[in-house]
């Protein structure tokens, strides 16, 4: 390989001064972001493209990426929202007959900064052992600056707890997503809200295939505006940023609670709904990402291998079924837990229609283990019509 082909020199700089030397990969210039690894063997494209990656440099454990191309189908929003990218052995032309293009292009068309070529086991390893934290990726002329002046960069910028971000990865108009356009026959069985947050496009896509008519909504639409679409459900999407910062959709949430509207969250959800019910959250020291990621749902004693994507969660009583701090939404139990540390991944309403999960049941890119979620959400509406009619009558 000549010179001119050469990829340029990149590095990446860590908070507390640990540097990783590679070459670039994508755009050349500097990312800057909160260092986090994923354990997926496979959906790049879709972990890329998830609004919930917003100021974040993924750093993927799986060491060859890039094999199977990129193509718009599995895209899971509009553009790659990832700050910056770290694999280990990028791939040098896909092998899939799905393929469009080559993810290097794809990440240099976007302008998305990455770095290859570095041991992302080491590096996992140094953020399971230390937490993630702020960094940069530089490549190109940016790789050639002193040393001292790029990590005062990398710890300049702020830090990802204390950080209102769904606004910014939120759709700005309202739309609709039909049953019809998605293979039911037949008129929608229910109508739904959904807040998006920086929500994924399989979601909506999920609800609809099921009959359920969906009102995606901006991040700051206001609860009379929501109800005046007069839903029989409300969904609160997953989204970045930290949740103590979400008190206008807290608010939102506990507004459609008190009017007896059924509820049903994800992710981003899960942490508003706790929010709502009174209990705090908190920051994990290195986060859940993958989906790989193990959970028992305590209702059945099932353990679901699920995708998740999160570095905050609840903190909720683990045992046991108290009444939430904000009483008037009576007895609350934590009905997921995560197998690996014991984190909340699930909260269920005893006395109100409400329930919510940690994960993302929509799987894209996978598993499946958690799509019964949809239809739980179906049939807590249902029961809750039924029981209207019954006490109209």
């Known amino acids: ?11 990446l700089v860590l908070e507390d001064g640990r ?19 994923t354990t997926g063997m496979t959906g790049y494209q ?6 919930s990656y917003a100021r974040q440099l993924i750093v993927q454990t799986a060491p060859h990426i890039g094999n199977t191309g990129v193509n718009q189908a599995d895209n899971e929003s509009a553009k ?3 700050a910056g990218y770290v694999v280990r052995d990028a791939a040098r032309r896909p092998s899939n007959w799905r393929s469009e293009g080559t993810l290097d292009d794809e990440l240099t068309t976007q302008g998305v900064v990455g770095i290859q070529g570095v041991d992302t086991r080491a590096i996992t390893r140094h953020l399971r052992e230390r937490g993630t934290m702020k960094a940069g990726i530089f490549s190109g002329a940016s790789a050639a600056r002193p040393a001292a002046e790029l990590l005062a960069e990398v710890q300049a910028q702020p830090s990802m707890a204390g950080l209102r971000l769904a606004e910014e990865v939120s759709v700005k108009e309202a739309y609709v997503v039909e049953p019809a356009d998605h293979g039911w026959d037949g008129e929608p069985i229910f109508n739904i809200v959904a807040l998006d947050l920086g ?31 007069n839903p029989d459900g409300v969904f609160i999407s997953n989204g970045p940023g930290d949740p103590a910062t979400a008190d206008r959709q807290v608010g939102f949430v506990r507004s459609f609670l008190d009017a007896g509207v059924p509820y049903f969250g994800i992710c981003f959800g899960n942490q508003i709904l706790g929010r709502a019910f009174g209990f705090g959250t908190y920051k994990l020291r290195y986060g859940h990402r993958g989906m790989n990621q193990p959970v028992l749902d305590r209702s059945t004693g099932k353990v679901e291998i699920t995708s998740q994507n999160h570095g905050f969660a609840v903190d909720a009583p683990l045992d046991g079924a108290p009444l939430a701090p904000e009483e008037r939404y009576g007895r609350v139990e934590v009905s ?45 509406m249902t029961d809750y019509k039924t029981a209207q009619s019954q006490e109209n009558k």
């Open 1 to 11: 390989m000549s010179d001119a082909t050469m990829p340029a020199q990149a590095l």
């Open 19 to 37: 540097t990783f030397r590679g070459s670039s990969y994508g755009a050349q210039g500097t990312a800057l972001g909160e260092a986090v690894f």
């Open 46 to 51: 879709e972990t890329l493209t998830d609004p």
């Open 80 to 82: 790659i929202w990832a």
């Open 199 to 229: 929500m994924k496009a399989m979601t909506p896509h999920r609800f609809a295939e099921r009959g359920v008519r969906v009102h995606v909504l901006p991040a700051t639409t206001t609860f009379e505006e929501a109800q005046a679409l």
């Open 336 to 380: 997921h837990i995560s197998l690996n540390d014991q984190v909340v991944e699930g909260l269920s309403a005893l006395d109100i229609p409400a329930f919510s999960v940690q994960y993302h049941p929509e799987a894209a890119a996978g598993p499946h283990d958690a799509a019964y979620l949809f239809d739980r959400f179906i049939k807590l």
